[in-house]
Each structure stands twice: as structure tokens, then as C-alpha cells.
């Protein structure tokens, strides 16, 4: 059974609210992890329908880069959005990074595009066709 996803960060009240206001998924666990010297924050949607998102903080790590997206092993993670158009809007202002602007899969009718959180982690935003 597949359980979370974990993903690192270098500032957890950032990424807290990163994934709060732009894509409104709620904490529902926030644990200090003394063995490994770490925070980590558990993140859901509200209704509890998709995956569980993990924030991990090692208070130890220092250097905290994304290598060039050629080199990346990790790819991205993906939410489903209800309005693209409002959700790019509201992340510009607030000065996310949008590396790939929304476009339709010609396959599906559905409408993507590409973010960054803060810590440069890429996100592909969904928008479903509408029947």
C-alpha cells in the first residue's frame, strides 16, 4: 500500500504555507524526529481524498539545491486544480516560479502546467476536462 510522499525543505513555515494557500492541503501532523535530528510535517487535502504529502526538515542540511532538470532523478508531484487560470494567477503574484505555462494534453482535454515550490521541487498542476 503506497502511504505518503516525502519531500525536503529548507524552511518548513515556507513550504507550510506554499502548499496551504496555493494548493489547500491542511496539516494534520507536525513531529520533531530527535533521532534524526528533523522536523516533518504531514499534509493532506481536505477531504482527505488524495496522497499524503511528507515535509521533512533535517536541521542538520545545509545545502539544500535541485540539480538541472536534465539531471534530476526525482521528477515531480502532481495536484489536480479546479481552475488553472485562478491557481497560476494567484501563484504569480505570489512569485512562485512557473517553469511550463498551461497548455492541453490533446489526448485528454485536460490543462497543465509546471511550478516550483520553494525549495525549487517541480509540480504539475492538473486541470481535468470538464465532461
Known amino acids: 500500500m503506497f ?5 525536503r525543505t529548507s524552511n518548513m513555515e ?3 504555507d506554499f502548499y496551504t494557500r496555493f494548493l489547500g492541503l491542511t496539516v494534520f501532523s507536525r513531529k520533531e524526529i530527535p533521532e534524526n535530528y528533523a522536523e516533518i510535517v504531514f499534509l493532506r487535502d481536505p477531504q482527505s481524498k488524495g496522497a499524503t504529502l511528507e515535509l521533512t526538515f ?3 542540511q545545509k545545502n ?3 540539480p538541472d532538470y536534465e539531471d534530476r532523478v526525482f521528477d515531480h ?3 489536480e486544480v479546479e481552475d488553472m487560470n485562478q491557481t497560476i494567477d494567484e501563484m504569480r503574484k505570489g512569485n512562485v516560479t512557473i517553469t511550463d505555462e498551461p497548455f492541453t494534453l490533446s489526448a485528454t482535454g485536460s490543462v497543465i502546467a509546471f511550478v516550483e515550490d520553494p525549495d525549487g521541487t517541480l509540480i504539475e498542476l492538473i486541470e481535468r476536462k470538464k465532461p
Not at 502511504?3 to 519531500?7: L, N
Request: hydrophobic share 40%; aromatic share 18%; no cysteine.
Open 64 to 66: 539544500f539545491s535541485q
Open 58 to 60: 533535517y536541521r542538520s
Open 77 to 79: 508531484i502532481a495536484f
Open 3 to 7: 502511504v505518503h510522499t516525502s519531500i
Open 14 to 16: 515556507r513550504s507550510i
